[in-house]
């Protein structure tokens, strides 16, 4: 099978990674891919949004599969384009259409969704210019928290967590009168504030059928002990101690399968991963959020301890027979730790020389985020770097191998949270 995969960061050098441990793949070319990926199938120059540049490469490269690795190319509707081409008419691809995409594309659309098929969620109301005035006086007589989120694709800033009236209401302002967030923030979700414990469980479906791939906790935010602004993720645990087959069937019933049925119900067809973000409050599991593709930094450890052959069970997927696979998982603890360049998340420079790479056990997982080759150097291109991650019988084991390893690599300013699975050691 002669497979593109699309992307640039960790989740698709773990994807790269996975794919080429397969008999099935013949060829893997990546667009526009990283450093890390260099040596796992041949790069192509052009990024995930160049729709022209994706079907010619599938006619040219007799492409049978695409697996699509970031949300916005199949928001603006990547899969409806490459399906109207007749010569692609055998394509498979991994990733839904703009309908399904719409489950992260659209906060309020994933909300009314949850809504309407009694799946459990925080309740919430939605505002736009039209009714802004309604809506200062609804966050007015919110108890407190309150949890603003921009209805659009914000690159993972669009969500706020107030703890004053005040906040909420500049907040809020800031997103629809002052486009802070630009066409993403010009309808707002205010919802209630749950308090718990978030996990991240990940399902691939075909549409109708579905395996549930292990499940794994991330780590937002910037400072030890959970403390700082928010970033796309600084680390990663699976699996979560937790998670006992109690809370798994309540997922599996409650919301995995309500879904699925969903999605059928609605006439959305659906083939790829969903990303399910939960908040677990008091032992009951409630859905905070639905992605349209795997999570980064989580699949640099669910790729880890997946023992099935990806590119299996991806043709599974793409030819509606998944329940013909079951997933096999590594028992032992994967965790991941990011290195970041220095000021991330916000301003931070880039291009420093990468040290210590060429140095590291053979055994070493190490993925790269934002990384490119220049000469014979490998250079930071990115605010999230490097991904490490190491196996071990816990998570403090696990944590401590990933921490030796990333002690091992330098470049110029990095930084990376020491105590990722903290609250399990």
């Known amino acids: 099978m002669r497979i593109l995969l699309l992307g640039s960061g960790g989740r698709e050098h773990a994807f790269a990674w996975k794919i080429t441990q397969s008999p ?7 667009a526009p891919g990283n450093a890390g990926t260099k040596g796992l199938g041949q790069h192509l120059p052009f990024g995930v949004t160049d729709f022209d540049a994706i079907r010619t490469c599938c006619i040219e490269q007799a492409i049978d599969m695409v697996v699509v690795g970031p949300e916005e190319p199949l928001v603006k509707g990547l899969v409806e384009y490459l399906r109207e081409e ?44 039209e009714n802004y005035q309604e809506g200062l006086t609804y966050l007015q007589a919110h108890p407190l928290p309150i949890v603003l989120k921009a209805d659009g694709l914000a690159a993972g800033k669009g969500v706020l967590i107030c703890s004053t009236h005040q906040e909420a209401i500049q907040g809020f302002e800031e997103m629809i009168q ?89 006439g959305i067809p659906y083939c790829g991963f969903i990303f399910i973000g939960f908040m677990i409050v008091k032992g009951e599991p ?7 593709r795997m999570g980064d930094p989580e ?28 997933i096999k998982t590594d028992p032992r603890t994967a965790c991941t730790v990011v290195a970041v360049s220095g000021g991330y998340p ?9 040290q210590g790479l060429d140095q590291l056990p053979d055994s070493s997982l190490v993925f790269h985020m934002g990384t490119q080759q220049k ?37 110029e300013g990095k930084y990376y949270r020491r105590d990722i699975g903290f609250e399990f050691k």
């Open 299 to 326: 699949t640099e450890v669910v790729m880890p301890r997946l023992q099935t052959d990806l590119v299996e069970l991806l043709a599974a997927a793409a030819a509606g027979e998944l329940k013909t696979q079951t």
């Open 24 to 30: 099935l793949c013949k060829a893997l070319f990546i």
């Open 178 to 266: 002052s486009a802070k967030f630009g066409e993403a923030g010009k309808k707002v979700v205010v919802e209630e504030f749950l308090q718990g414990i978030e996990i991240s469980v990940f399902v691939l479906t075909d549409g109708k059928n579905y395996v549930l791939l292990p499940e794994a906790k991330d780590y937002k935010r910037i400072g030890e002990g959970d403390t700082g602004l928010n970033t796309g993720g600084m680390g990663a645990v699976s699996p979560v101690p937790f998670v006992d087959a109690v809370l798994w069937e309540k997922i599996k019933t409650r919301v995995v399968a309500p879904t699925i049925q969903g999605l059928q119900q609605d």
């Open 375 to 411: 000469g014979d150097d490998i250079i930071t291109s990115g605010g999230r770097v490097l991904a490490v991650t190491a196996f071990g019988n816990t998570v403090s084991e696990a944590a401590a191998a990933a921490r030796t390893i990333q002690d091992s690599i330098q470049f």
């Open 86 to 129: 007749p010569l692609l008419k055998s394509l498979s691809i991994i990733g839904p259409g703009q309908q399904g995409a719409a489950l992260e594309g659209s906060k309020a659309f994933a909300k009314a969704f949850l809504q309407r098929h009694g799946i459990p969620t925080a309740s919430y109301r939605e505002f736009t210019k």
């Open 346 to 354: 916000e301003e931070y420079r880039k291009g420093f020389v990468i």
């Open 286 to 292: 409630f859905v905070i959020e639905y992605n349209c």
